[in-house]
């Protein structure tokens, strides 16, 4: 067993070797689909009252707590870019009457 699987958890028992273009490639594609949400709750919160907004935006903060401190499970994996995304969405309702406004 190498270093690199003993000291994670969650690699495979055969490490794949990935160059730094490719990965960060697909970190800059997960960054991508991540604004597209965003994007998308700004266009779907354009109508909410401002009391909603805070809270959504107090939400995705909470959210972005939640991803640093709440372990492994919200790093790593498929539940983790789901989070990831719900994450953005939120931020977005939470932007979306503010960026309506001006």
Do not use: K, N
Request: glycine share 14%; charged share 10%; net charge neutral.
């Amino acid at each position: 067993m190498s270093e690199t699987t003993h000291q994670y958890g969650y690699a495979d028992a055969h490490v794949r070797d990935i160059s730094v273009a490719q990965l960060l490639g697909q970190v800059m594609f997960l960054v991508a689909v991540a604004l597209g949400f965003c994007a998308l709750g700004t266009l779907l919160g354009r109508e909410l009252a401002l009391g909603t907004a805070r809270i959504c935006t107090f939400a995705g903060f909470g959210m972005l707590l939640v991803s640093s401190f709440a372990g492994q499970r919200f790093r790593v994996g498929a539940f983790a870019m789901g989070w990831l995304f719900a994450t953005a969405l939120v931020i977005g309702l939470g932007l979306g009457p503010v960026i309506a406004y001006f």
